[in-house]
Every structure is written in structure tokens, then in C-alpha cells.
């Protein structure tokens, strides 16, 4: 799934301020780990929450944990 030549070019393309620069950009964990909506969002603001709207970026996290909650009780109510 994933090309090393498409980060390559994403990855010079920043888009934002210098504090979305990362060692590992969060998209490449997510892609690679096949993540769905809710989690790739989890990890995208967990891994920035200290950089840009802390407490703001935490109520996020915990709002996509709800919705990915929300989303296995309803696969297991199948």
C-alpha cells in the first residue's frame, strides 16, 4: 500500500508551521500500520497535542476514542 516515493515527495511539502515537523510524520505510522479514520486521528493528535492546542487537541483525542467506541459495539452488535 504504501511508496516510499510518495512520502518522499509528501514529506517535502510542508504545509503549516515548522511544529508539524516530526522525526516520523504521523501519516506514515497510519498508513503503514492500516488505520482506520478514528485511529489515524488519535495518533495524529496525540503526537502534536503539545505543540499546538494542548487541552483543545486532548478533547479531540478522546472524542475519536468515543467514535471508534462507538464503532466496534456496533460491528460486535452484528
Given amino acids: 500500500m504504501t511508496n516510499k516515493s510518495f512520502f518522499e ?3 517535502k511539502k510542508q504545509i ?3 511544529h508539524y ?3 516520523i510524520q504521523p501519516y506514515h ?3 503503514e500500520n492500516r ?3 478514528f485511529q489515524g486521528n488519535v495518533i495524529k493528535y496525540v503526537v502534536r497535542y503539545l505543540k499546538k492546542d494542548q487541552i483543545k487537541d486532548l ?3 478522546i472524542h475519536y476514542c468515543e467514535l471508534e ?3 466496534l459495539r456496533k460491528e460486535w452488535d452484528k
Fill in 35 to 37: 488505520l482506520n479514520f
Fill in 9 to 11: 515527495e509528501a514529506d
Fill in 69 to 71: 467506541i462507538d464503532r
Fill in 21 to 23: 515537523k516530526l522525526k
Fill in 29 to 31: 505510522f497510519i498508513m
Fill in 16 to 18: 503549516g508551521g515548522d
Fill in 59 to 61: 478533547n479531540k483525542i
